[in-house]
T-cell receptor, first 112, second 113 residues
Framework: DQQVKQNSPSLSVQEGRISILNCDYT??????FLWYKKYPAEGPTFLIS?????DKNEDGRFTVFLNKSAKHLSLHIVPSQPGDSAVYFC???????????FGSGTQLTVLP | KAGVTQTPRYLIKTRGQQVTLSCSPI?????VSWYQQTPGQGLQFLFE???????NKGNFPGRFSGRQFSNSRSEMNVSTLELGDSALYLC????????????FGDGTRLSIL
């Protein structure tokens, strides 16, 4: 049972444009959501997170939006840069469980 | 500030052997979690330790075990290795406080022959 889903395995965007990565979840008890970026042969790097009491969090070029009624979150990267090319994972956590449940990842390619 | 350090980076074992992986968390972090990443199953939670106590465990067989020391360093052990245990094993640390992210090491790539 996949509780966190990233339905787009890949996404290509032109440099300077906006990248929008999407994530859906099924468990309404998730209370904290995170986005990680992963390069080959490296561990996931934390990008940005959002608590379930908020609907938006911004950090530089990265903004995460949370729509609890739709059980949907998205990561916006503006402007996109070639160095942003990586696999992006969304993750969700139940406070009581303290474990992260990950989506399957989206390969973002930013074209120069 | 040093990140999460995992050793070794690569390991080759044969079926039936056992293996121990090591993780040094970010200084001051008391929570250490372990994850397994495979192409078929993605990133899956193994277990989490906080102040030397296992607080949560994922759906893995008893061959997978771990421990945490008083300095927060953690080890993961897999006994009676199977071909399906070939994976990237990732360790993550956090302060353990609410709404604080986990930070990952670069992992140990375990290959079973």
């Amino acid at each position: 049972d996949q509780q966190v889903k990233q339905n787009s395995p890949s996404l290509s965007v032109q440099e300077g444009r906006i990248s929008i990565l999407n994530c859906d979840y099924t468990n309404s008890m998730f209370d904290y959501f995170l986005w990680y970026k992963k390069y080959p042969a490296e561990g996931p790097t934390f990008l940005i997170s959002i608590s379930s009491i908020k609907d938006k969090n911004e950090d530089g070029r990265f903004t995460v939006f949370l729509n609890k009624s739709a059980k949907h979150l998205s990561l916006h990267i503006v402007p996109s840069q070639p160095g942003d090319s990586a696999v992006y994972f969304c993750a969700a956590r139940l406070d009581s469980a303290r474990q992260l449940t990950f989506g399957s990842g989206t390969q973002l390619t930013v074209l120069p | 500030k040093a990140g999460v350090t995992q050793t070794p980076r690569y390991l080759i074992k044969t079926r039936g052997q056992q293996v121990t992986l090591s993780c040094s968390p970010i200084s001051g972090h008391r929570s250490v979690s372990w994850y397994q990443q495979t192409p078929g199953q993605g990133l899956q939670f193994l277990f989490e330790y906080f102040s030397e106590t296992q607080r949560n465990k994922g759906n893995f067989p008893g061959r997978f075990s771990g421990r945490q020391f008083s300095n927060s360093r953690s080890e993961m052990n897999v006994s009676t290795l199977e071909l399906g245990d070939s994976a990237l094993y990732l360790c993550a640390s956090s302060s353990g406080q609410r709404d604080q992210p986990q930070h990952f090491g670069d992992g140990t790539r375990l290959s079973i022959l």
